[in-house]
DNA sequence: TGTACATCAGTGAACGCGCGTTCACTGATGTAC
DNA sequence: TGTACATCAGTGAACGCGCGTTCACTGATGTAC
C-alpha cells in the first residue's frame, strides 16, 4: 500500500516487518475510519497491515491497548490541526483562540471516527498514562489559548475557567453535532463555502464566551 | 420482576406474554444502561426479559429495529425531562429556555447509554420515519424554546435560527463533555450541590446566546 | 570474516465464546357457528 | 355453552460466523567470540 515511506528495505514482502507497530496503528485508523467504531476488529488491522492476525500481540497487550495507543495519536494530531489552523489565522488572541475551536472542529469532521474513539467510547482505557497525558495536553491548550484572551490564568481565576469550560463545549457540542448530521436541521453547514462556514462557527464560538466576531 | 405492573393475570408465568415488545423495550433499556452501548447484545435482551432469544423475531425484525425503536422512545422521555424541568421553573421566557437545557443535561446524565444510542451511535436507522420525527420533534422544542425568547420564529429568521444552534451545541457540548467525564478537568461540577451546578450551567448556557441568567 | 547461538517477531492452527437469525414445533388464545 | 379450527406468540435446537487470544513453531536477525 505505501511503500514509500516503509521501513529499511521495504517493498519486498518481508519475514520480519520493521515497524509493525507503527503499521498496525496506521491501519487501525484505516479500518477505524471506514467500519466505524462500532464494527472494529483486531483481526481486520492484521489483515489491512498484510499480517497474520496473531502478529499483533507482539505489540499491544490487547485489542484495549491498541485503542489506547490509538487514541493518544490521535489527541496528537488533534492538537496539531488546531495549531495548523492557528498559523494560518491572524495573530490577536482573538481570532487565534477562534482558528483553535475551528480547528477542533475540523479534526472531528475529517476523523469522525477517531475523535468518537477519543470522546465518546469506552474502549480506550483513559486512565492509561500516556492517553492521559495526550489528553491533558490538548485541554491544557484550550486554556493556553483563552489565556491569552483574558490576560488572566484560567487556573488561578474560576471565573475565567468557565470561559474556558463555554468555549470547550461550544466546539465539543458543534464537532459532535455535525459529525452525527444532527446540525444540518438548523443551519446548512454543507451548502455554505468552508469561509461563510468558519464564519458562522467563529461567530457562535466567540458569542459563547461573551466576545465578538469582530474583534 | 415486575409483576405488579404487568398485563392481564400477569405474576403466573404464562406462554404468552402479553406484552412482550413492551417489556422487551424496556429490558433493552436496562441492558444498555448496565453494559453500555458498547456491548449490548440482543440474547442478553431476551434473557432479561426472562424470554427465549427467539421471541424477539415476532416482535422486531432485528436487533437494529429494536435499538431503533428504542431510541425513539428515547427522545419522548428525552422532551418529558425538559418539559419537567421547566415547570418546575419560573414562568419568563428565559427561564424556561434555560430550564430545557438544564433537563437536556440531566437526561444524559441520567441516562448516558441511551443518551449515546441517540445522537452517537451508528446503531439505530436515523432514518426510520418513527425515529426521525421523534428527534425532529426534540429539536423543535428548542426551536419554539428561542422563538419565545426571541419573539420571532427561527424559522422564519437565519439570525435567530442561529441561536438555536448556539443553545444547541452548547447543552450538547455541555452533555457530552459529562457523561464522557471530561468536564471535571475544567470544572468540578461533581463537588458542587445541584443548584449551584444549575446555576453555573444556566450562565453558561444564557451566555451562550448573549443573554444574562440575572434576567 | 565466519560460526554458534540466543532472541526476536512472525505464522497459522486451534480454542472457546457469544452473537444474530432461522425454523419446525407447540401451547395458548381467539373466533365462528 | 360447547366444539372445531385458525392464528398468534412462544420454545429451544441448530446454523454459521467472526471474534480475541493462545501456543508450538520457525524464519530472520543480532551478537559474542
Redesign the pocket.
Known sequence: MDFETGPPHAKKS?????D?RAELLKAAEAILSENGIE??????V?KRA??????P???FS???GLLTSLAGIGFQRFVRTQIDRQSEAKADSVSQLAASGLGYIDFAIENPALFRLMFNSEQPDHLDQHLAFEAFSAFNKLVVDVKNVRKIDPYSDPVVMKDVMSAWAIVHGLANLMISNRAGTAMDFARMSKADRDAELTDIILRAIGLSANT
Chains 1, 2 share one sequence.
Open positions: 518481508r519475514y520480519h516487518h520493521g509493525l464494527s472494529f476488529s483486531l483481526r481486520a492484521a498484510g499480517v497474520s492476525h496473531g502478529a500481540s507482539h505489540h490487547d485489542v484495549r
